[in-house]
T-cell receptor
């Protein structure tokens, strides 16, 4: 079984719709992250969480929100999707104190029409 | 701020050729350095790491040496296989409370039989 799972794997939606991407992990890690990947731009950090009560904005948080429902679950929401949010989204986890050693989910490909 | 610069791809090699993917970084202090690999349709996976100057990280035939004097962490493999075709990301992590991870933009490697 995968250690970090993401649902859905693919989603097509329309401008203005609310979308939620979900992430679950069985690694037992406290730290979780949401990234966006665009061709030629590498990974950009959207939000990160140290634990259920500690959530922080990353480099590109505008237009996104998150919820850490439990140690194992971290959801990303797009309140009103727009076409330039079309991208590949990754959830990741890391052990405390070893942020560079991240474990990634398989990604969600989101298309906003 | 911190930054990671990788050679642009795609890099196309024949099977059994020698691989070098260049990576240089800018950071204050003493970051930890990482290489991640992303196979088609998957999330990133940690390939190797080095935490201090002159350390050599190695895994699956890949190696990279942390060179502080040249601020580099080049990825090498002596004989590539078709199965090595993927996108490779160089990354760094600073110490401290958050230990933000900075990723390069990725280098696509294609190995042809």
């Amino acid at each position: 079984d995968a250690d970090v799972t993401q649902t859905p794997r693919n989603r097509i939606t329309k401008t203005g719709k609310r979308i939620m991407l979900e992430c679950s992990q069985t690694k037992g890690h406290d730290r979780m992250y949401w990234y966006r990947q665009d061709p030629g731009l590498g990974l950009q950090l959207i939000y990160y969480s140290f634990d259920v009560k500690d959530i922080n904005k990353g480099e590109i948080s505008d237009g996104y929100s998150v919820s850490r429902q439990a140690q194992a679950k971290f959801s990303l929401s797009l309140e009103s999707a727009i076409p330039n949010q079309t991208a590949l989204y990754f959830c990741a986890t890391s052990p405390t104190g070893r942020a560079g050693e991240q474990f990634f989910g398989p990604g969600t490909r989101l298309t906003v029409l | 701020g911190n930054s990671v610069t990788q050679m642009e791809g795609p890099v196309t090699l024949s099977e059994e050729a020698f691989l070098t993917i260049n990576c240089t970084y800018t950071a204050t202090g003493y970051p930890s350095l990482f290489w991640y690999v992303q196979y088609p349709g998957e999330g990133l996976q940690l390939l190797l790491k080095a935490t201090k100057a002159d350390d050599k990280g190695s895994n699956k035939g890949f190696e990279a040496t942390y060179r502080k004097e040249t601020t580099s962490f080049h990825l090498e493999k002596g004989s590539v296989q078709v199965s090595d075709s993927a996108v490779y990301f160089c990354a760094l992590s600073r110490g401290g409370g958050y230990q933000k991870v900075t990723f390069g933009t990725g280098t696509k490697l294609q190995v042809i039989p």
